[in-house]
């Protein structure tokens, strides 16, 4: 990390604890994130930046910032930084003294961390303003499941403000704080499902000829949606197909009248996406038809997640700048994708970019209610930014 870099920033350090550890006491979900946002877009004005627009996907924040020269004349010269503000409806148990006040909601994936490292970056690049361009900083509601990323590009983020590159920061338990991963293409799984309704006739369980029997119709459909990924998808692909709940039934003697199934299904590659489907959709009819009940396939009320990809330019531009940070020994370019997904996804559909990983030490897991977000690591994660930015757009 550059000398002077790092004194500027180490200066922060204290003010950016605090808004850490307050974030984490009021941790708020999805896009009911009247507090965060609010924080937000008060402290960017009170950086100076050029514009600060609230609303944008119901409650997310943009704010832009130029560099030396002034606005930016073409997206060849403007770059999104993304964090991710909400929380998750975990109750905690970390046993932190700034621990969530707020029953039921944590920040069990860090994502106070996220938001104070960009906020970090901003106040430092505001006050030094050491590139040529123009920066969109993004702070996104809803990535926990409800496709923030998403709500913000319907609401016009990409058409108001097009961008040559995005590029996003996520904690990773298990990496030592003050190195830095990537994986290389495929990052993140899709993330989608269905439910599944068996509609048979039911009756006296001693009288099985007299029904269409739902619970059959179910355990024909569960084991042969297991050959979809063994036996359809080519086996130098990665998929998971899981059947995930069951319900049907309350008795001993009485075979129900319907069933229902929920199935979650996870790739690396929108085509494979759709083979799943498609075959999941053909068992689901076929055995109703074989078996004589009516089975329907439906969507729930939540946008898939496509897979979380990264463009291979933008890739090797994030890595320069993690080595400049923490130094080439301490920068993995090998990691694995894994089989989480994250709604960064939305915006690398529409725009390269690269999403890397920031160690957060030997803390519990993501999503567990013992984790924490290490403040050790918001130093680095400031100075990643901020280094990332002269690179992209260089005085």
């Not at 896009?31 to 960017?44: K, M, N, Q």
């Not at 439910?195 to 029904?211: K, L, R, S």
């Not at 063994?230 to 709940?245: C, G, K, M, W």
């Amino acid at each position: 990390m550059r000398t002077s870099l790092k004194n500027s920033i180490a200066a922060m350090l204290p003010d950016l604890i605090e808004w850490r550890q307050d974030f984490h006491r009021h941790p708020e979900l999805m896009y009911d994130l009247p507090r965060t946002a609010g924080l937000v877009a008060e402290r960017l004005r009170s950086f100076g930046f050029d514009e600060v627009i609230e609303g944008i996907g119901k409650t997310g924040i943009l704010g832009v910032l130029h560099g030396s020269s002034g606005p930016a004349a073409s997206k060849e010269k403007r770059v999104l930084f993304r964090a991710d503000m909400d929380a998750l409806p975990i109750e905690e148990a970390s046993g932190v003294a700034y621990s969530s006040t707020a029953p039921g909601r944590m920040h069990a994936c860090g994502h106070d961390g996220h938001t104070v490292m960009l906020l970090g970056a901003a106040r430092h690049l505001a006050d030094t303003r050491t590139f040529d361009g123009t920066l969109i900083f993004c702070f996104q509601p809803a990535e926990e499941g409800q496709a923030g990323a998403q709500a913000m590009i319907d609401d016009g983020m990409l058409e108001r403000f097009p961008v040559k590159g995005a590029y996003a920061l996520h904690n990773w338990p298990g990496m030592p704080v003050g190195e830095f991963g990537v994986m290389r293409g495929p990052a993140m799984a899709s993330a989608d499902g269905v439910f599944i309704t068996v509609q048979g006739e039911g009756g006296h369980a001693a009288q099985p000829h007299t029904t269409r029997d739902p619970i059959v119709a179910a355990g024909h459909i569960i084991s042969s949606v297991q050959t979809i990924v063994s036996r359809v998808v080519n086996p130098f692909e990665q998929a998971v197909v899981s059947i995930t709940a069951i319900n049907g039934g309350d008795a001993f003697n009485v075979i129900p009248d319907k069933v229902e199934l929920k199935c979650g299904f996870r790739c690396f590659s929108e085509k494979v996406a759709v083979t799943i489907e498609e075959e999941l959709w053909r068992i689901c009819e076929k055995t109703g038809e074989a078996l004589g009940v009516k089975v329907t396939v439906s969507r729930p009320p939540l946008t898939p997640y496509p897979p979380t990809i990264n463009h291979p330019t933008e890739t090797e531009i994030a890595l320069d700048a993690m080595r400049a940070v923490a130094g080439a020994d301490k920068v993995r370019d090998d990691l694995k994708p894994v089989m989480g997904s994250e709604d960064f996804a939305f915006i690398l559909r529409r725009v390269p970019g690269a999403y890397v990983l920031l160690g957060n030490g030997d803390s519990a897991a993501l999503h567990n209610p013992g984790y924490d977000f290490d403040d050790d690591a918001i130093g680095h994660g400031v100075a990643y930014w901020s280094e990332l930015a002269a690179r992209i757009l260089p005085k």
